[in-house]
């Protein structure tokens, strides 16, 4: 089993940051990547950016490349997701995840993970 934990979400005025972090625990060989995914009122759950451990390749959904930045730190076991320049439409709660994903794969095309933490609220206002 692989337990996670988000922090970080609040609320901030458009254009603003926030960087959410994510600590996982438990059986890590069972996993070799992590992925933000969030979830709006009323929509679908969209895959946000994801990582993989060994060399750190990243990739994002189109809506948030050149603004926000996943990256993973071996040392404290924690993923983090640095949000730049902040939109209305970027409000939701934002899920940590984790699972062993096939090299290579987009985010866009993943639809779920084995492993969740229970999310953290991500509010921006105009």
């Known amino acids: 089993q692989v337990q996670l934990v988000e922090s970080g979400g609040d609320s901030v005025q458009a254009g603003g940051s926030l960087r959410l972090s994510c600590v996982v625990s438990g059986n890590m060989y069972s996993i070799n990547s992590m992925a933000w995914f969030r979830q709006a009122p009323g929509k679908e759950r969209e895959g946000v950016a994801l990582?993989?451990?060994?060399?750190?390749?990243?990739n994002y959904a189109d809506s948030v490349k050149g603004r926000f930045s996943i990256s993973y730190n071996n040392a404290k076991k924690t993923t983090y997701l640095q949000m730049d320049s902040l939109k209305p439409e970027d409000s939701g709660m934002y899920y940590c995840?984790?699972?062993?994903?096939?090299?290579?794969?987009?985010?866009?095309?993943?639809?779920?993970?084995?492993?969740w933490g229970q999310g953290t609220q991500v509010t921006v206002s105009s």
């Open positions: 990582i993989y451990f060994d060399a750190g390749n990243t």
């Open positions: 995840a984790a699972d062993y994903a096939p090299p290579g794969i987009s985010i866009a095309r993943i639809k779920d993970l084995a492993y």
